[in-house]
């Protein structure tokens, strides 16, 4: 077991590059990115090889060395005799090859198969985890988590083959020629003219079947995202009864695979066609050409001994070779399609020698900020709003306003276009990201959960906390009396039990009542809430808003609401509209206006206006707030 645990040390899977690069877009630097990092290990999967192969090559020499002895030699005194070179050669085979075989399986199969695969493997997740967020919008989570998996193991695989494969039949075929040809140079004729021959074989079929490769596994990669789109959206899927219809989607791309794994395979019956046959010729010119010389006297019946089994194994690797030559090239057009999910700079990345940002009081400023996604239309145009430490403001408009964007910009998962956002005087594009996320707690009205346990869950906001603080945080979010009553489908229970991929396996209510133990236990200095309290119940909603409003106090909140009830209580009202701030005041001020808020209130609570448009105090006394979101 030492050996194997030292064998195992030498690559660490969860190493990072000394620098935050991002992997080439070029093929070879993309394995050289990857590879120069086991580079010690691969230098010796070649001297390995190179041990092996020489070994083998000795096979046929002992053959027709003991054909020879044992033709030349008296029975009776062949041990006496020769007994010390057959010893020799006994232990090269019994002792000197299994040796080399076992160094060889040693530095694949304990250092480089589990070590470069997961090394590569955590890199790359590492990488495309950090992308911006429109990096995961543009494409299927499942396609880029396939890629992240697949071209590990693709990559990994094509380095091994060819180091074993390529420099295996260079050192045999090159030992199989020189041996041959010490003979007699007649004899290594046909093995020097099926050298050539091979060459131009490879030479002809491994770009198509390269080609080949890259089409089939992006067609593939296809078929995986289309799969995982509809198991992702199962629930919209038997909402709509149409399961035929995604059968129509997959079957598409099912076809368009078969044609691309039909096309490779005919090239690879091909490229075997050919290759069978040029084996047959050398195997035949170099018997043929060996029983001639015999004939002639020219070489002894052992090297007639040596040559044909010598050519024969040739033939064999071949086919072993041609087969890994496939291999390889399916492999690298895996880490080819692999690349164009992991191969991608960093969107958005940190400016170098980016601060922390710090937050001491939470005052959030924007200055004349504009931005649309890269559109010419654009979405927000020239918003300036200063909102003052402890502040709690309300972003109200129509769908397609610009409140969500408002707030996605302020988390940076956007750049500006142009203008700036400052927290407490520093510009938020001048600090880290997760510094900026870190001092800001956000309730979403689509809450996602994490396939993990409730209290990973919860404990998320705050890593470090206790289990004391978690039970707490869940207390106040009153989602602690559901919480106790959980059971998993493995039996786990109350804050062990697992949620299911996204949450699935609560309620609307308890996803949103986690999240909020979350946001709790994060306690950030600024709170964003996108109605937060949509997806509960009257009574637990009303149990939850006094919770938020003592989460509120002391921070600055930025709530977005649809429902206008919600917001009425808050420090300020603002009202966005094509992305411009048309309104600004408390609740009272905005009726009292008679502008886009007051119209927007009228819509949704007509029937207690009064008939100049103002509500009475009764009347507002009557729509308090529900939840402040």
Avoid at 44 to 54: E, K, N, Q
Avoid at 586 to 592: D, G, N
Avoid at 608 to 617: I, N, R
């Amino acid at each position: 077991m030492r050996i194997f645990r030292f064998f195992e040390s030498l690559l660490e899977p969860t190493a990072l590059q000394p620098a935050e690069t991002s992997p080439p877009a070029s093929l070879a630097g993309f394995y050289w990115y990857y590879a120069r990092q086991a580079r010690g290990l691969v230098i010796l999967l070649f001297l390995a090889g190179s041990i092996v192969a020489m070994l083998d090559a000795t096979i046929p020499v002992f053959i027709g060395k003991v054909v020879s002895l044992v033709a030349a030699s008296d029975p009776a005194a062949l041990l006496e005799t020769h007994g010390w070179q057959l010893a020799i050669m006994a232990a090269v085979l019994l002792i000197g090859r299994p040796c080399a075989l076992l160094f060889q399986n040693l530095v694949t199969n304990q250092a480089i198969v589990p070590g470069l695969t997961n090394l590569i493997r955590w890199q790359s997740h590492w990488h495309v985890v950090r992308q911006s967020w429109s990096f995961f919008q543009n494409d299927f989570a499942g396609r880029i988590a396939n890629r992240v998996m697949q071209t590990g193991p693709a990559l990994r695989e094509s380095v091994v083959a060819s180091t074993n494969a390529v420099w295996y039949i260079t050192v045999y075929g090159g030992s199989a020629l020189a041996l041959t040809a010490s003979a007699d140079l007649r004899l290594a004729l046909p093995i020097a003219l099926w050298f050539c021959v091979y060459v131009l074989l490879l030479r002809h079929f491994v770009p198509r079947l390269r080609d080949c490769s890259r089409e089939m596994s992006e067609v593939r990669s296809a078929l995986t995202g289309r799969v995982v789109d509809s198991y992702t959206n199962i629930q919209t899927v038997k909402l709509f009864a149409r399961p035929r219809d995604e059968d129509e989607v997959v079957r598409e791309t099912v076809d368009e695979h078969t044609a691309s794994f039909r096309k490779q395979q005919r090239v690879i019956t091909l490229f075997g066609l050919c290759l069978s046959s040029t084996n047959a010729a050398m195997v035949v010119g170099t018997g043929g050409t060996a029983v001639w010389l015999w004939a002639r006297g020219s070489i002894d019946v052992g090297i007639v001994a040596m040559a044909l089994p010598l050519t024969w194994q040739i033939a064999n690797i071949a086919g072993w070779v041609a087969t890994n030559v496939t291999a390889i090239f399916e492999n690298v057009g895996v880490v080819q399609e692999g690349m164009r999910s992991i191969a991608v700079p960093r969107q958005m990345p940190d400016r170098p020698g980016a601060a922390t940002l710090r937050v001491e009081k939470g005052a959030v400023t924007f200055e004349d900020v504009h931005f649309g996604y890269g559109t010419s239309r654009g979405v927000l145009h020239g918003i300036n709003l200063a909102i003052a430490p402890g502040e709690r403001i309300g972003l109200i408009g129509p769908s397609g306003a610009g409140k969500s964007t408002l707030v996605n910009v302020l988390l940076r998962f956007y750049d500006l276009e142009s203008g700036r956002i400052l927290i407490d005087g520093q510009d938020i594009a001048a600090v880290t990201q997760e510094s900026v996320r870190d001092k800001i707690a956000m309730v979403t009205q689509d809450t996602s959960l994490l396939h993990r346990s409730i209290r990973d869950n919860i404990r998320y906001g705050r890593p470090e906390a206790t289990e004391a603080e978690v039970r707490a945080a869940a207390a106040r979010a009153h989602a602690l009396d559901f919480i106790e009553t959980l059971e998993d489908w493995h039996g786990r229970r109350g804050f062990e039990a697992h949620v299911g991929e996204r949450g699935v396996k609560l309620s609307g209510g308890q996803r949103q009542r986690v999240a909020i133990a979350r946001v709790i236990l994060k306690n950030a200095p600024i709170l964003v809430l996108d109605e937060a309290t949509a997806a509960l119940d009257s009574e637990v909603e009303a149990a939850i808003q006094e919770q938020l409003e003592g989460l509120m106090r002391g921070r600055t909140v930025i709530a977005i609401a649809h429902r206008l009830s919600t917001i009425a209580k808050l420090d300020r009202l603002v009202v966005l509209d094509g992305g411009r701030i048309v309104e600004t005041g408390s609740h009272a001020e905005l009726l009292a206006r008679r502008g886009t808020y007051w119209r927007l209130w009228q819509r949704q609570s007509g029937g207690f206006l009064q008939e100049e448009g103002v509500p009475a105090e009764g009347a507002i006394a009557d729509l308090r707030p529900s939840g402040v979101a």
